[in-house]
């Protein structure tokens, strides 16, 4: 169904992959920008936001560039329906430690609201793939793994921008969320629960006499409430479910005729049904059983539970139980006398320790290094503010002592800038001495990082990583440890959490992954492989946009081998940190 218009949302990918939605406010002011001019390269957060003071969005090559540590990371435009939670700027957001909250991905956003006001006590959100339930009768988040509960809300907040034009695929999990019911078709709930009661309507009655049951279901316009007289809330139904496992199966097993096994159509009705109670049971953390379909040509998500097994066994599916694949992130134990030297590096380990800020010179006088005085600027806009050049900067409240009208172009990238907008960009980053250029990322200057102490071993192990068995591995193990945070950290004299170490990560022991070695070496030096920002937690430390291999022997969750495209890749990610072989030449 094609729409006449759709609220449109700006989203960032963090570095687990999911896209974080900006505020509305930011949306707007990128819509803005872009209304302006279609050829606008480059949109200044911080106009609107001066918590994003930092960053940039490039719309040329659709990355957001964090101007004080030159991190990347790639940026979408979305559509969702204009009756959808963005489109009437209803926020969902979950309390994490220390009080503060957080808010959804906007696809959960959107899924959370249509459950909401159809009135369903609760939601499963495993199908968009969070392994949480919601539940709106207590108003907490449940973790499927481990029943941990956290609070959530909902709040209103500015509608995104709305556009019009014809827009095809939305990024919503139902087609017509929220919609009046004239104005929409109707809409069946995909929850688990209400597609097993429906592939199961008309098929034998259960020995219990009882059929699941669900909630009455609505669409509304108006956001209300959950009503007082709902259904038990998810973890009693998931409990009772569970209690029932085995009259379920036999209840599944029963409402299966022979003539009704041997179609293709009853084929994909079992495996629908597999999927739905399979939701279900791994929601309340039954031991599940993988799952293989030995023709090979439909596999079965190794997540089923082992009753999805038995249904297609009736359906006629060759299967066999498997063990789930064995994830390796160690190696065998390795003995003192096995581990050996890297050849052309001489010492086995290298330490950071707190540097504490020097104070240098003046901003204006740094940046006049790498500019070139512009008497005469072009009739276009500054990338930083979107000013014309030949206008005061946008920033001009923010240095009021210094000149607004200087231009400069940068000595070796040509770009050209407003002189206030490249120190207040500079203002907002570690004033190390170095300067990026916003536009090209150029490094001008040597680039340093705000890595907490810690240290750095790294050695030969005899054993092969999968794709290298031509060659030994090197070893690197990544140390640090909770502490205070330092001038040059986001939150100086707050505390900073490091979880996860010491981390241990791999490399082939032949002349590439030798000459990356060396490059992260250089980039421990200068404080670039770890930074203090949020992960699953705030204030803690992460990885700073340069991917290392922590998985050993396999690949299940990307982090390993075989990657013949990794070495090539993290030399890529490197350079952009202004880590290159030229570097390397430099330092020796």
């Not at 023709?295 to 249904?311: E, R, Y």
Request: glycine residues 6%.
């Amino acid at each position: 169904m094609l729409l006449e218009s759709a609220a449109v949302v700006w989203e960032w990918r963090n570095e687990r992959g999911r896209w974080r939605p900006y505020s509305p406010l930011v949306s707007h002011h990128i819509e803005s920008v872009i209304g302006v001019s279609s050829r606008v390269p480059c949109v200044a957060l911080g106009r609107v936001d001066e918590a994003l003071l930092p960053y940039v969005l490039d719309l040329q090559s659709m990355q957001q560039f964090r101007q004080d540590t030159g991190t990347i990371r790639p940026v979408q435009r979305s559509y969702y329906h204009p009756f959808s939670a963005p489109g009437r700027g209803v926020v969902w957001e979950w309390e994490a430690d220390g009080g503060m909250w957080t808010p959804y991905d906007m696809e959960i956003a959107v899924a959370i609201q249509q459950a909401f006001e159809r009135q369903q006590s609760w939601i499963d959100l495993t199908p968009v793939g969070f392994c949480y339930i919601i539940d709106f009768t207590t108003m907490v988040q449940v973790n499927c793994q481990t029943q941990r509960k956290r609070r959530l809300r909902w709040r209103l907040d500015l509608a995104y921008p709305l556009l019009t034009g014809s827009f095809p695929k939305l990024q919503s999990w139902l087609a017509s969320p929220g919609l009046p019911s004239k104005a929409a078709p109707k809409q069946s709930c995909a929850c688990p629960q209400c597609l097993l009661v429906k592939s199961l309507k008309g098929s034998a009655v259960s020995t219990t006499g009882s059929t699941p049951t669900h909630p009455r279901h609505r669409s509304i316009v108006d956001i209300k409430a959950p009503s007082a007289q709902t259904i038990r809330s998810p973890m009693q139904t998931l409990a009772t479910q569970v209690s029932r496992k085995q009259t379920t199966r036999r209840l599944t097993l029963t409402a299966v005729t022979p003539w009704e096994a041997k179609s293709e159509k009853s084929r994909r009705h079992l495996q629908r049904i597999a999927m739905a109670q399979s939701r279900v049971l791994i929601a309340a953390g039954v031991p599940t059983v993988p799952v293989k379909n030995v023709n090979g040509s439909s596999p079965v998500n190794p997540a089923l539970a082992g009753i999805t097994g038995i249904l297609m066994s009736a359906a006629g599916l060759p299967v066999c139980l498997m063990r789930p694949p064995k994830l390796i992130l160690h190696p065998p134990p390795v003995s003192k006398s096995e581990i050996k030297p890297i050849p052309g590096i001489s010492s086995t380990c290298r330490k950071i320790s707190r540097k504490q800020t020097k104070k240098g010179r003046k901003p204006e006088e740094v940046l006049k290094k790498y500019l070139q005085k512009v008497q005469s600027p072009l009739q276009e806009n500054c990338p930083l503010c979107m000013e014309h050049l030949s206008s005061p900067s946008g920033y001009k409240r923010l240095h009021p002592a210094v000149k607004s009208d200087l231009v400069g172009r940068l000595s070796r990238c040509g770009h050209v800038y407003h002189l206030l907008c490249l120190i207040t960009m500079y203002n907002t980053g570690k004033k190390d001495g170095s300067l990026q250029c916003p536009t090209c990322k150029m490094i001008y200057g040597v680039k340093t990082g705000i890595q907490p102490p810690g240290k750095m071993e790294y050695h030969i192990i005899p054993h092969s990583l999968p794709g290298h068995s031509d060659c030994d591995t090197i070893r690197i193990i990544y140390s640090i440890y909770s502490g205070l945070q330092g001038p040059e950290h986001p939150n100086p004299g707050k505390s900073f959490s490091a979880q996860g170490f010491p981390r241990h990560c791999y490399l082939p022991d032949n002349e590439q992954g030798r000459k990356v070695l060396r490059l992260l070496l250089l980039a421990w030096d200068r404080r670039l492989i770890f930074t203090i920002g949020t992960s699953s937690e705030s204030d803690t430390v992460i990885w700073n946009e340069i991917h290392h291999k922590t998985e050993f022997g396999s690949n299940l969750t990307g982090h390993g081998y075989p990657d013949p495209d990794y070495l090539d890749n993290v030399m890529s990610e490197l350079t952009t940190q202004g880590i290159t072989e030229e570097s390397l030449q430099e330092k020796d």
